[in-house]
């Protein structure tokens, strides 16, 4: 245990696996993920295609302002 004690932390509770509301534990298991990956994989593809979007915009300003200079010359 710490041995320094923050009181703006609060208190804690120390308390007996399985007991008093506390989890158990268990040998040998994995804890199952709480991530949809269909909806993460969803929104990945989502951003992927914003990201496209916003750059070939800026390749397009880009471009757009090169040919302004080039008339204006």
């Known amino acids: ?3 320094r004690f923050r ?3 609060g208190t804690y509770s120390l308390k007996a696996p399985g007991q008093g509301g506390a989890g158990t534990i268990e040998a040998d298991t994995l804890e199952a993920s ?3 990956l269909s909806q993460e994989f969803t929104s990945l593809i989502t951003v992927q295609r914003a990201y496209s979007a916003a750059s070939k915009v800026v390749t397009t300003a880009d471009e757009m302002l090169q040919e302004l200079l080039s008339i204006k010359r």
Do not use: E, I, K, R
Request: glycine fraction near 0%.
């Open 7 to 9: 009181p703006s932390s």
């Open 1 to 3: 245990m710490p041995t």
């Open 34 to 36: 709480t991530v949809d």
